[in-house]
């Protein structure tokens, strides 16, 4: 059922007439003009969500009386014309019209391209207010609806605006940089810098002059001076991601920083003083690395301040149908597409179990938006891009488990019955079913004149 209401303005009575019975039996409503000051008026009353215009109108008769009317017009407007003229069409489309028709109309070419027009103006229309969500929601960039997410959420705005060391925990890929940008966000040091380090990913004996900077000469290669990421992050924050990783070495001197709020770049006699808010994140059990002796506890204790626990995807599913919106709003907003995914394969996207958290949620969205080519995700997206994985797709259908249960019964009893040549005791066994079992099921599906092989 269409629900639009149409407005079709054209001086030809008899035309407006049949426009309107071919819409009409497409479930639209439709409204009827003869001139631009008429379709004025209706347009002034009326909610209408697509004009089919006619260009050459009274009392002119010439396409400019129709061409005038079309930037007017907030809904789609689709121009038919006697003349197939190319030029008036370029105009027209120029003037801000969504398609063109030639006349004579064929009825089957009118339904698809009004429903075309509508659905994708209805598509633009949710665009244009996901889009203005986007900027309004502060969500602090953490998508979810989960229990975990909204008291992190609430936690970050209390705990942001003090100068508290934070460190997050949490399964890699679970959002633990995001929760640390959002700290930084809501802080009095949003306007000074982010800098995050990767502890784990620096070679241990780079790390001390990446962090603390060096003077020139200081070693072989020092030609000048450089400042570290720990003078960089003055009067902002210092993200210390995969803290675990950090060497043992370079644990004595973070602490000392820490403690001091100043430090010696390396080969400089010069004290330099900071004033920096540490935030760090691991995977690991960093209390069992304590306890192991691969972590100093007066560090632990140190960075440790308020402590903040990200959860897998698998331990907060609810998440997941927010995430999956959106980072294919993000997708649709960045690439100018209006993509969507169809139910079953949503289904399916919801209850993956997603391994790698969201970044692997993300990277999938992304992937399958891509090769979407402009349309709709499906499960044949999904199977191209899961294929040699064990997860089976489903096709749900419309009819109910129970009639899609009993289905697949007939389906396997018949085949067992085909495979012992309609022996009912040896298909009985095949199934793992007694005969007396069987025959019963067959009765209720009305098999039984399926007839036993002598
Ligand atoms: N709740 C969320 N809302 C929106 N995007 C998220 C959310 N959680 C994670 N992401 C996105 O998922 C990706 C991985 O997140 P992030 O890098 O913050 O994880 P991580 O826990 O720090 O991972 P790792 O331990 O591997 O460094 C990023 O692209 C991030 O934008």
């Keep these: 059922m269409n629900d639009e209401h149409i407005l079709v303005v054209d001086d030809e009575p008899a035309f407006c007439e049949l426009c309107k019975l071919w819409l009409v039996q497409q479930g639209y409503t439709v409204s009827v003009a003869s001139d631009t000051e008429q379709a004025r008026q209706i347009l002034v009353k009326q909610t209408i969500g697509l004009i089919l215009l006619?260009?050459?109108?009274?009392?002119?008769?010439?396409?400019?009386?129709?061409?005038?009317?079309?930037?007017?017009?907030?809904?789609?407007?689709?121009?038919?014309?006697?003349?197939?003229?190319?030029?008036?069409?370029?105009?027209?489309?120029?003037?801000?019209?969504?398609?063109?028709?030639?006349?004579?109309?064929?009825?089957?070419?009118?339904?698809?391209?009004?429903?075309?027009?509508?659905?994708?103006?209805?598509?633009?229309?949710?665009?244009?207010?996901?889009?203005?969500?986007?900027?309004?929601?502060?969500?602090?960039?953490?998508?979810?609806?989960?229990?975990?997410?909204?008291?992190?959420?609430?936690?970050?705005?209390?705990?942001?605006?003090?100068?508290?060391?934070?460190?997050?925990?949490?399964?890699?890929?679970?959002?633990?940089?995001?929760?640390?940008?959002?700290?930084?966000?809501?802080?009095?040091?949003?306007?000074?810098?982010?800098?995050?380090?990767?502890?784990?990913?620096?070679?241990?004996?780079?790390?001390?002059?990446?962090?603390?900077?060096?003077?020139?000469?200081?070693?072989?290669?020092?030609?000048?001076?450089?400042?570290?990421?720990?003078?960089?992050?003055?009067?902002?924050?210092?993200?210390?991601?995969?803290?675990?990783?950090?060497?043992?070495?370079?644990?004595?001197?973070?602490?000392?920083?820490?403690?001091?709020?100043?430090?010696?770049?390396?080969?400089?006699?010069?004290?330099?003083?900071?004033?920096?808010?540490?935030?760090?994140?691991?995977?690991?059990?960093?209390?069992?690395?304590?306890?192991?002796?691969?972590?100093?506890?007066?560090?632990?204790?140190?960075?440790?301040?308020?402590?903040?626990?990200?959860?897998?995807?698998?331990?907060?599913k609810q998440d997941i149908p927010a995430l999956i919106q959106h980072f294919l709003l993000r997708y649709n907003v960045k690439n100018q597409t209006v993509i969507t995914i169809r139910a079953d394969a949503f289904a399916w996207l919801t209850n993956n179990q997603w391994k790698g958290n969201v970044r692997e949620l993300k990277n999938t969205i992304e992937s399958l938006a891509a090769i979407a080519q402009g349309q709709q995700v499906t499960t044949d997206e999904i199977s191209f891009l899961f294929t040699g994985n064990e997860t089976m797709l489903v096709e749900l259908s419309d009819e109910s488990l129970e009639q899609q249960v009993k289905q697949l019964e007939i389906r396997l009893i018949t085949a067992a019955l085909e495979q012992c040549n309609g022996n009912r005791t040896h298909a009985a066994q095949k199934l793992k079913l007694s005969r007396q079992g069987l025959l019963k099921k067959m009765e209720r599906y009305g098999l039984n004149t399926l007839r036993e092989q002598s």
């Design 54 to 316: 006619d260009l050459a109108l009274p009392p002119s008769f010439t396409p400019e009386e129709g061409l005038q009317l079309i930037p007017e017009c907030e809904a789609p407007v689709i121009v038919m014309t006697g003349h197939a003229d190319r030029e008036l069409a370029l105009t027209a489309i120029k003037n801000g019209a969504w398609d063109f028709l030639a006349k004579p109309i064929d009825p089957d070419m009118l339904a698809i391209v009004v429903k075309r027009a509508l659905v994708k103006h209805e598509l633009e229309l949710q665009l244009s207010q996901l889009r203005q969500q986007l900027v309004q929601d502060d969500d602090m960039g953490l998508v979810g609806v989960s229990e975990n997410i909204q008291s992190t959420r609430q936690l970050i705005s209390r705990i942001a605006p003090t100068d508290v060391p934070v460190l997050i925990t949490g399964p890699s890929g679970t959002g633990k940089e995001i929760i640390a940008k959002a700290i930084h966000q809501h802080s009095s040091r949003k306007s000074q810098s982010f800098i995050s380090v990767h502890c784990g990913a620096i070679p241990a004996d780079l790390l001390e002059s990446e962090l603390f900077g060096y003077k020139k000469g200081a070693f072989t290669g020092a030609d000048k001076d450089r400042v570290g990421l720990i003078a960089l992050a003055d009067n902002g924050t210092l993200f210390l991601d995969e803290i675990g990783e950090m060497p043992s070495a370079m644990q004595v001197k973070l602490l000392r920083v820490l403690q001091e709020g100043s430090f010696y770049p390396v080969g400089g006699r010069d004290l330099v003083k900071v004033n920096i808010r540490i935030v760090s994140a691991t995977n690991r059990d960093l209390l069992g690395a304590v306890a192991a002796g691969h972590f100093r506890d007066d560090l632990f204790y140190r960075i440790k301040g308020i402590t903040i626990q990200t959860l897998s995807l698998l331990q907060r």
